[in-house]
C-alpha cells in the first residue's frame, strides 16, 4: 500500500478497561493496512486504562484522556469528529478487538472503487464472560444491498451492521450527524440512516470483529426511560420519503416491526436485569407505539415461521 492510498481511522474510545485496552489496541495496529491512524480516547478512567495504553509505542497511535468523564456517545462524537483525519473510519470499543488483518485493505478498496457505498461491513462474534465464542451476525444474500432494500428487510433479519465491524465514510458520517443521541443504540442509529439518505452497503462474509461481553456492556443494562426514548430511533431512521403507495406502507410496517422488535428484545432484558420494571415498561410502550403492537400476529407468524418474510435473496 502506497502513501497516495486513504487514510484510516481506527477510533478507539475506552473508559476502566485496563485489562482489554492492550488487545484492542494490538489487533487495530495489526492490519495490513498502512495508511492508518488508531486514537484511543480515554473518558477519564478511574483504573490505569490510560497508562496501560500509554505504553505501547508507535507512530500510528495517539493517545488522549477527556479532563472529565463525557459519556460514551460524546467521546465517539469527539473523537469521530475532533481528533481523527482519516476519509474512512471504524469505531472500535476499547473491550472488543479486530480479528481480521486484511479487513481494512478489502474494505478501502471497495468503498475507492464504488461511490454509492456509504460502508462496507463483516460479520462479529460474541465472546461471552466464560470465553465462549457465539456467531453474532449474520449478513445478506448479495453482498451489495441498497439502503432501501436494508431497511425494508430489517425488522425480518438479525442484526447486520456491528459496530466494530464497519468501516464508513467519515464525510458522510459528519454530515448527517453521527452520534447525535446519547442512547444505547447510537450505532444503529447513525448506521441505518445512511441507508434512509439513499446509501449502500457492502458486506463481506468474514468474522472482522470480536464483541466482548462483560458487566458493563451498556447494550446489557437497562433502565426504563432510556429504553423507551431508545425506540425512537427508528422513526429518525425509515424517515425518507417514497413517490408509491406501496413504498410508504412497506415503510411504516417495516418501521413499526423494528419497533416490536426492539420492544420484544427490551422485555427480555428487563427480565433478566430489572424484572420488576417489565410491566411499567410494557404498559409504557403500549402508550405510545400501538400501532407497532397492532402488528403483533404479523410478528409472531414471522417468529414461528423462522424465516425472513421479505428475503434479501
Known sequence: MTNSAPLVSILIP???????????????LSQDYSQIEVIVCDDCSADSTYQVASSIKSSRLKICKNTINIGRVSTYR?????????????????????????????????????????????????????????????????????????????????????????LYRRNLAISIDFYSLDIRSSDWDSFYRFCSNGYGIWYLDNIVSCWRQTTTNISKSFELDEAIYNLAIWSRIYCFKEQTLHDRCAIIIACNLCILRSIHNDLLLC???????????????????????????????????LHSLVPLA
Open 14 to 28: 475506552t473508559f476502566n478497561q485496563e485489562a482489554y485496552i492492550l488487545t484492542a489496541i494490538r489487533s487495530a
Open 78 to 166: 469527539l473523537l469521530l469528529f475532533g481528533l481523527s483525519n482519516g476519509k474512512y473510519v471504524l469505531m472500535l470499543d476499547g473491550d472488543d478487538w479486530l480479528c481480521c488483518s486484511s479487513f481494512i485493505s478489502a474494505a478501502v478498496f471497495l468503498l475507492e472503487k464504488k461511490e454509492d457505498l456509504a460502508a462496507v461491513s463483516g460479520r462479529t462474534q460474541l465472546v461471552d464472560r466464560s470465553g465462549i465464542v457465539y456467531d453474532y451476525t449474520s449478513i445478506p444474500a448479495r453482498q451489495y444491498v441498497s439502503g432501501k432494500d436494508l431497511l425494508l428487510s430489517l425488522p425480518y433479519q438479525r442484526s447486520f451492521l456491528s459496530h466494530s465491524a464497519t
Open 271 to 305: 427480565l433478566r436485569m430489572r424484572p420488576l420494571l417489565f410491566l411499567p415498561y410494557l404498559l409504557k410502550s403500549v402508550l405510545r407505539y400501538p400501532i407497532s403492537y397492532s402488528l403483533l400476529p404479523i410478528y409472531i407468524t414471522h417468529k414461528l415461521l
